[in-house]
T-cell receptor, first 112, second 113 residues
Framework: SQTIHQWPATLVQPVGSPLSLECTVE??????LYWYRQAAGRGLQLLFY??????ISSEVPQNLSASRPQDRQFILSSKKLLLSDSGFYLC???????????FGEGSRLTVL | QKEVEQDPGPLSVPEGAIVSLNCTYS??????FMWYRQYSRKGPELLMY????GNKEDGRFTAQVDKSSKYISLFIRDSQPSDSATYLC?????????????FGRGTQLTVWP
Protein backbone atom coordinates (compact mmCIF):
# COMPACT_ATOMS: atom_id res chain seq x y z
CA SER A 1 0.00 0.00 0.00
CA GLN A 2 1.02 3.59 -0.50
CA THR A 3 2.03 5.87 2.35
CA ILE A 4 3.22 9.43 2.58
CA HIS A 5 5.43 10.93 5.26
CA GLN A 6 6.18 14.53 6.11
CA TRP A 7 8.65 16.00 8.58
CA PRO A 8 9.14 17.82 10.71
CA ALA A 9 5.58 17.87 12.03
CA THR A 10 6.01 21.19 13.81
CA LEU A 11 8.66 23.88 13.75
CA VAL A 12 9.11 27.42 14.95
CA GLN A 13 11.60 29.54 13.05
CA PRO A 14 12.78 33.15 13.30
CA VAL A 15 12.30 35.56 10.43
CA GLY A 16 15.21 35.35 8.01
CA SER A 17 16.13 31.77 8.83
CA PRO A 18 16.20 28.99 6.22
CA LEU A 19 13.60 26.27 5.83
CA SER A 20 13.56 22.70 4.64
CA LEU A 21 10.45 20.51 4.71
CA GLU A 22 10.62 16.99 3.43
CA CYS A 23 8.04 14.66 1.96
CA THR A 24 8.52 11.05 0.93
CA VAL A 25 6.10 8.59 -0.62
CA GLU A 26 6.32 4.81 -0.38
CA UNK A 27 4.62 2.07 -2.34
CA UNK A 28 4.45 3.86 -5.67
CA UNK A 29 6.87 4.72 -8.43
CA UNK A 30 7.39 8.18 -9.93
CA UNK A 31 4.20 9.74 -8.58
CA UNK A 32 3.14 13.30 -9.24
CA LEU A 33 3.77 15.20 -6.02
CA TYR A 34 2.19 18.38 -4.70
CA TRP A 35 2.96 21.00 -2.03
CA TYR A 36 0.06 22.98 -0.59
CA ARG A 37 -0.08 25.66 2.07
CA GLN A 38 -3.03 26.31 4.32
CA ALA A 39 -2.90 29.57 6.23
CA ALA A 40 -5.03 29.99 9.36
CA GLY A 41 -8.69 30.18 8.35
CA ARG A 42 -7.84 29.96 4.68
CA GLY A 43 -8.21 27.35 1.99
CA LEU A 44 -5.58 25.20 0.36
CA GLN A 45 -3.14 27.10 -1.81
CA LEU A 46 -1.19 25.08 -4.37
CA LEU A 47 2.48 26.05 -4.22
CA PHE A 48 4.37 23.56 -6.38
CA TYR A 49 3.89 20.30 -8.17
CA UNK A 50 6.27 17.85 -9.79
CA UNK A 51 5.68 15.18 -12.42
CA UNK A 52 9.17 13.68 -12.10
CA UNK A 53 12.74 14.01 -10.85
CA UNK A 54 14.02 17.53 -11.35
CA UNK A 55 10.69 18.75 -12.78
CA ILE A 56 9.05 21.51 -10.75
CA SER A 57 6.10 23.69 -11.63
CA SER A 58 5.45 26.78 -9.54
CA GLU A 59 1.90 27.99 -9.14
CA VAL A 60 2.45 31.13 -7.09
CA PRO A 61 5.51 33.44 -7.08
CA GLN A 62 6.78 33.62 -3.52
CA ASN A 63 9.65 33.23 -1.11
CA LEU A 64 9.72 29.44 -1.44
CA SER A 65 11.27 26.88 -3.77
CA ALA A 66 10.86 23.17 -4.29
CA SER A 67 13.10 20.36 -5.44
CA ARG A 68 12.68 16.73 -6.35
CA PRO A 69 16.06 15.07 -5.98
CA GLN A 70 14.71 11.52 -5.98
CA ASP A 71 11.73 9.69 -7.41
CA ARG A 72 9.73 9.63 -4.18
CA GLN A 73 11.15 12.67 -2.39
CA PHE A 74 9.84 16.23 -2.57
CA ILE A 75 11.46 19.08 -0.64
CA LEU A 76 10.14 22.56 0.10
CA SER A 77 12.75 25.19 0.94
CA SER A 78 13.33 28.81 1.69
CA LYS A 79 16.56 30.75 2.09
CA LYS A 80 15.03 33.46 4.30
CA LEU A 81 11.65 33.02 5.94
CA LEU A 82 9.08 35.78 6.16
CA LEU A 83 6.29 36.15 8.70
CA SER A 84 3.82 35.47 5.90
CA ASP A 85 5.35 32.03 5.36
CA SER A 86 3.66 30.77 8.53
CA GLY A 87 1.08 28.08 7.85
CA PHE A 88 0.29 24.42 7.53
CA TYR A 89 2.21 22.77 4.70
CA LEU A 90 0.81 19.68 3.08
CA CYS A 91 2.35 17.23 0.64
CA UNK A 92 0.12 15.03 -1.51
CA UNK A 93 0.17 12.44 -4.27
CA UNK A 94 -2.67 11.34 -6.60
CA UNK A 95 -4.43 8.06 -7.15
CA UNK A 96 -3.05 6.65 -10.38
CA UNK A 97 -6.28 6.13 -12.26
CA UNK A 98 -8.69 8.57 -10.68
CA UNK A 99 -6.54 11.53 -9.69
CA UNK A 100 -7.84 12.17 -6.20
CA UNK A 101 -5.17 13.42 -3.83
CA UNK A 102 -3.89 11.67 -0.73
CA PHE A 103 -2.35 14.00 1.81
CA GLY A 104 0.35 13.67 4.39
CA GLU A 105 -0.14 14.70 8.00
CA GLY A 106 1.35 18.12 7.34
CA SER A 107 4.09 20.34 8.75
CA ARG A 108 3.02 23.29 10.86
CA LEU A 109 5.39 26.25 10.51
CA THR A 110 5.36 29.31 12.74
CA VAL A 111 7.65 32.16 11.79
CA LEU A 112 8.34 34.63 14.60
CA GLN B 1 -14.31 34.94 -9.65
CA LYS B 2 -12.73 31.86 -8.10
CA GLU B 3 -13.22 28.59 -9.95
CA VAL B 4 -14.72 26.89 -6.88
CA GLU B 5 -16.86 28.70 -4.33
CA GLN B 6 -17.69 27.30 -0.91
CA ASP B 7 -19.29 29.03 2.04
CA PRO B 8 -16.74 28.86 4.88
CA GLY B 9 -19.42 28.83 7.59
CA PRO B 10 -19.04 28.15 10.46
CA LEU B 11 -21.98 25.77 10.58
CA SER B 12 -23.19 24.51 13.95
CA VAL B 13 -25.86 21.81 14.29
CA PRO B 14 -27.18 19.50 17.03
CA GLU B 15 -26.37 15.82 17.05
CA GLY B 16 -28.71 13.86 14.80
CA ALA B 17 -29.33 16.72 12.37
CA ILE B 18 -29.03 16.43 8.60
CA VAL B 19 -26.17 18.56 7.33
CA SER B 20 -25.99 19.98 3.82
CA LEU B 21 -22.69 21.28 2.47
CA ASN B 22 -22.41 22.86 -0.95
CA CYS B 23 -20.02 24.13 -3.59
CA THR B 24 -20.51 25.90 -6.86
CA TYR B 25 -18.05 26.07 -9.71
CA SER B 26 -17.56 27.94 -12.95
CA UNK B 27 -15.51 25.55 -15.13
CA UNK B 28 -17.87 23.34 -17.12
CA UNK B 29 -14.95 20.99 -17.93
CA UNK B 30 -14.85 19.67 -14.36
CA UNK B 31 -15.88 16.03 -14.36
CA UNK B 32 -14.45 14.54 -11.17
CA PHE B 33 -15.74 15.71 -7.81
CA MET B 34 -14.45 15.00 -4.34
CA TRP B 35 -15.20 15.81 -0.73
CA TYR B 36 -12.48 15.86 1.89
CA ARG B 37 -12.78 15.95 5.65
CA GLN B 38 -10.08 17.70 7.66
CA TYR B 39 -9.85 17.44 11.41
CA SER B 40 -8.05 20.19 13.28
CA ARG B 41 -4.28 20.11 12.79
CA LYS B 42 -4.48 17.10 10.45
CA GLY B 43 -4.17 16.58 6.72
CA PRO B 44 -7.36 16.30 4.63
CA GLU B 45 -8.72 12.79 4.08
CA LEU B 46 -10.79 11.75 1.09
CA LEU B 47 -14.41 11.20 2.03
CA MET B 48 -16.31 10.85 -1.23
CA TYR B 49 -15.42 10.65 -4.91
CA UNK B 50 -17.89 10.97 -7.78
CA UNK B 51 -17.63 11.14 -11.52
CA UNK B 52 -19.94 13.37 -13.59
CA UNK B 53 -23.53 13.94 -12.50
CA GLY B 54 -25.59 11.87 -10.09
CA ASN B 55 -25.63 10.65 -6.52
CA LYS B 56 -23.32 8.46 -4.51
CA GLU B 57 -24.06 7.11 -1.06
CA ASP B 58 -21.66 5.76 1.54
CA GLY B 59 -23.15 5.08 4.93
CA ARG B 60 -24.41 8.35 6.40
CA PHE B 61 -22.84 10.39 3.58
CA THR B 62 -24.39 11.21 0.21
CA ALA B 63 -22.66 13.20 -2.51
CA GLN B 64 -24.68 14.84 -5.27
CA VAL B 65 -23.45 16.42 -8.48
CA ASP B 66 -25.60 18.62 -10.71
CA LYS B 67 -23.42 19.54 -13.67
CA SER B 68 -26.17 21.52 -15.38
CA SER B 69 -26.23 23.90 -12.42
CA LYS B 70 -22.50 23.55 -11.64
CA TYR B 71 -23.41 22.65 -8.09
CA ILE B 72 -22.29 19.84 -5.80
CA SER B 73 -23.51 18.84 -2.37
CA LEU B 74 -22.57 16.61 0.52
CA PHE B 75 -25.29 15.45 2.89
CA ILE B 76 -24.56 13.99 6.30
CA ARG B 77 -27.43 12.10 7.95
CA ASP B 78 -27.68 11.52 11.68
CA SER B 79 -24.72 13.80 12.28
CA GLN B 80 -22.39 12.95 15.16
CA PRO B 81 -19.98 15.05 17.22
CA SER B 82 -17.19 13.08 15.52
CA ASP B 83 -18.28 14.69 12.23
CA SER B 84 -17.05 18.05 13.55
CA ALA B 85 -14.36 19.05 11.06
CA THR B 86 -13.73 21.23 8.04
CA TYR B 87 -15.15 19.85 4.79
CA LEU B 88 -13.49 20.77 1.51
CA CYS B 89 -14.85 20.18 -1.95
CA UNK B 90 -12.45 19.57 -4.81
CA UNK B 91 -12.77 18.93 -8.51
CA UNK B 92 -10.78 18.41 -11.66
CA UNK B 93 -11.23 18.06 -15.40
CA UNK B 94 -10.27 15.06 -17.49
CA UNK B 95 -7.39 16.73 -19.26
CA UNK B 96 -5.58 18.22 -16.29
CA UNK B 97 -2.35 16.91 -14.77
CA UNK B 98 -3.10 13.88 -12.60
CA UNK B 99 -3.79 15.19 -9.11
CA UNK B 100 -4.24 18.81 -10.16
CA UNK B 101 -7.36 19.65 -8.15
CA UNK B 102 -9.27 22.85 -7.56
CA PHE B 103 -10.39 23.23 -3.97
CA GLY B 104 -13.12 25.17 -2.26
CA ARG B 105 -12.16 27.15 0.79
CA GLY B 106 -13.75 24.62 3.16
CA THR B 107 -16.77 24.73 5.48
CA GLN B 108 -16.19 24.42 9.21
CA LEU B 109 -18.81 22.16 10.82
CA THR B 110 -19.49 21.67 14.51
CA VAL B 111 -21.93 19.03 15.71
CA TRP B 112 -22.83 19.54 19.36
CA PRO B 113 -24.17 16.77 21.59
Amino acid sequence: SQTIHQWPATLVQPVGSPLSLECTVEGTSNPNLYWYRQAAGRGLQLLFYSVGIGQISSEVPQNLSASRPQDRQFILSSKKLLLSDSGFYLCAYPGQSTGELFFGEGSRLTVL
Amino acid sequence: QKEVEQDPGPLSVPEGAIVSLNCTYSNSAFQYFMWYRQYSRKGPELLMYTYSSGNKEDGRFTAQVDKSSKYISLFIRDSQPSDSATYLCAMRDRGSTLGRLYFGRGTQLTVWP
